[in-house]
Nanobody, 116 residues
Framework: VQLQASGGGLVQAGGSLRLSCAASRGDFSRHFTGWFRQAPGKQRELVASIGRSGTTYYVGSVKGRFTISRDNADNTIYLQMTGLKPEDTAVYSC???????????WGQGTLVTVSS
């Protein structure tokens, strides 16, 4: 599975962005997928995930503001981000699990910068 992330950029606080992650050589619907982020000086954290059945998870700080979704026809997952805050500034990466259930496949990061 090869992943290609896009959609990052600079936005003012309160604004919105949508990140996309397209998969090639694989079927997203057969993998547990998610979005991670890493801010400068901080550990990488799982922001949101979506399971094969469509079950979603969100870290507390983004609940109610971010929405993860999957388009099986386009083999793409999305992260719709609204009400962005400066603390959401980070490099966001998409990932998918492999046969062992570990986060095995990674897309390149896309930078999201939220100005105050």
């Amino acid at each position: 599975v090869q992943l290609q992330a896009s959609g990052g950029g600079l936005v003012q606080a309160g604004g919105s962005l949508r990140l996309s992650c397209a998969a090639s050589r694989g079927d997203f619907s057969r993998h547990f997928t998610g979005w991670f982020r890493q801010a400068p000086g901080k550990q990488r954290e799982l922001v949101a995930s979506i399971g094969r059945s469509g079950t979603t998870y969100y870290v507390g700080s983004v609940k109610g503001r971010f929405t993860i979704s999957r388009d099986n026809a386009d083999n793409t997952i999305y992260l719709q981000m609204t009400g962005l805050k400066p603390e959401d500034t980070a490099v966001y990466s998409c990932a998918a699990t492999g046969p062992t259930g570990q986060w095995t496949y990674w897309g390149q990061g896309t930078l999201v910068t939220v100005s105050s």
